[in-house]
């Protein structure tokens, strides 16, 4: 990680009061560099969201105001499930803070560098909440929504350049509208997830600008008798919004290599390593899936009836690698879905609960997946800080969902190349091709 010069927390603060203190820290180049990276992935999953359903309903009638601008590409960047994710926290940073931080700089036209300094605020301040709320919470809790607007808020505030004490309100003003309920993912047409950082994005935004004004929101809404702790996470860690001192949390986030959910990415990576050295079509017989617990309650769905479902499959993950290879967009299409031969793959793959896998999570997203004897074991996703994707696959990565998004080869090479240059006109770049 790179270095960060810290506030003090001192105890007669409260927690917001001392998390503005934290995030305003200095940000180093390499601390840019980093975010260039995270905006430039954001920027490819929004811009091929916005094509598919729930992106052109986000966008039709879009408002020109940065507070509609921040709701509206505040659902685009989740919607293909290729978004960054922090594993600690269980939280896609991107989705919330990018958006609203692009709608901040285009209504106060700031620099490149405080664009990637408030994104690098914004990171640090989602994450630190959600590594502090527990499985408690996130059984019943999306904490991508809840924990989204924090980040949001922080963004906007740095590039508003307020000081710590109207950060700190910005901060609360923005907890105290958190939502975001996993009822979402039992119905398969539900768009719910997406309008979660939706809402996120905006709340933080209009936190932060209302502060900026002079509006004041609850300073202990996290740790007071009624505020988010109490309210929402049962079995919290509170300190830990505060613990540690070293290095901004931006480092440790996971890239998305495959569109789908990220409990099911160190299931994929198993399964591509042992189609590689067995050949399933053409032996029949059960292909065992083992992993952690979290990744079976949302994940485990043998048959798939929607898109999100498929992306949220353990099962059609793996059928798609052994019939297809490595997975990509179309294949967790409809007409994927309906595949007899994926089909059939679906209804060999078995899926436990593994022991091993559950005391290393959430620090390590495991897998295996075992046929014929064979058995490929997989202790960290490829993606994760222990499992580092390489930068020519986010290159990869960031082409194909542009190119599918509808951009140009022009305008997707000028941004390749103000990302490979950490140029500061990235932003400005994005922003032109989300107008």
Same mark, same amino acid.
């Given at each position: ?7 003090p927390?001192?105890?007669? +603060? ?5 998390? =503005? ?41 879009l !408002? ?27 939280l ?31 990171? &640090? ?20 929504? #809840? ?15 307020l ?27 539900s ?65 998305k290599?495959?569109?789908?959910? $990220? ?26 899936v ?10 485990d769905?043998? &048959? ?8 949220f499959?353990? +099962? ?26 994926i ?8 899926v ?12 390590r ?9 064979? #058995?490929e ?10 499992n ?6 986010? $290159? ?6 542009? =190119? ?9 090479? !000028?941004?390749?190349?103000?990302? !490979?240059?950490?140029?500061? !006109? ?10």
């Amino acid at each position: 990680m790179s270095g960060q010069t810290n506030v003090p927390f001192q105890t007669s +603060q409260t927690l917001t009061q001392a998390l =503005a203190g934290r995030i305003a820290g200095h940000v180093s180049k390499a601390d840019r560099a980093r975010a260039q990276w995270h905006l430039l992935d954001w920027a490819g999953c929004a811009v091929a969201g916005r094509s598919e359903p729930a992106g052109r309903i986000l966008l039709a009638g879009l !408002e020109p105001s940065p507070s509609a601008r921040a709701f509206a590409w505040g659902g685009l960047g989740n919607i293909l499930e290729m978004d960054d994710v922090d594993k600690r926290a269980l939280l896609h940073p991107g989705p919330s803070i990018i958006p609203a931080a692009l709608a901040c700089a285009a209504e106060n036209t700031v620099s490149g560098e405080a664009l990637l300094d408030a994104i690098v605020r914004g990171y &640090e301040a989602t994450i630190r909440l959600g590594r502090a709320v527990g499985p408690g919470h996130y059984a019943l809790w999306h904490n991508t929504g #809840t924990c989204g607007a924090i980040g949001a808020a922080a963004a906007c505030a740095s590039l508003m350049e307020l000081d710590t004490e109207a950060t700190a309100h910005a901060l609360a003003l923005a907890v105290s509208q958190s939502a975001g309920l996993w009822q979402t993912r039992h119905e398969p047409a539900s768009m719910g997830k997406q309008l979660h950082t939706s809402v996120s994005s905006r709340a933080g935004f209009d936190a932060a600008r209302l502060a900026a004004a002079g509006f004041k929101g609850p300073l202990s809404i996290l740790e007071g008798p009624q505020g988010f702790f109490a309210a929402m996470c049962p079995g919290a860690d509170p300190a830990a919004v505060m613990a540690g001192e070293d290095g901004w949390r931006i480092h440790d986030v996971s890239f998305k290599p495959w569109p789908a959910c $990220r409990h099911a990415h160190a299931v994929i990576d198993a399964a591509l390593a042992l189609r590689a050295r067995v050949n399933v079509l053409d032996t029949g017989g059960d292909i065992l899936v083992e992993t952690y617990r979290d990744a079976l309650v949302f994940c485990d769905k043998p &048959e798939p009836e929607s898109v999100i479902e498929a992306k949220f499959s353990l +099962q059609h993950s793996v059928a798609v690698v052994m019939v297809r290879g490595r997975p990509e967009l179309a294949d967790f299409s409809l007409d994927s879905v309906a595949d007899p031969a994926i089909t059939a793959m679906r209804n060999r793959v078995k899926v436990g609960q593994n022991g091993t896998f559950d005391a290393n999570y959430p620090s390590r997203f495991g897998a295996s997946v075992t046929f014929a004897g064979h #058995t490929e074991t997989v202790p960290d996703a490829l993606g994760d800080p222990e499992n580092p994707v390489g930068l020519d696959q986010l $290159r990869d990565k960031a082409r194909a969902l542009l =190119a599918a998004g509808g951009l140009s080869e022009t305008e997707t090479a !000028e941004l390749m190349a103000a990302a !490979e240059t950490a140029s500061p !006109e990235l932003g400005g770049l994005i922003l032109k091709v989300l107008a």
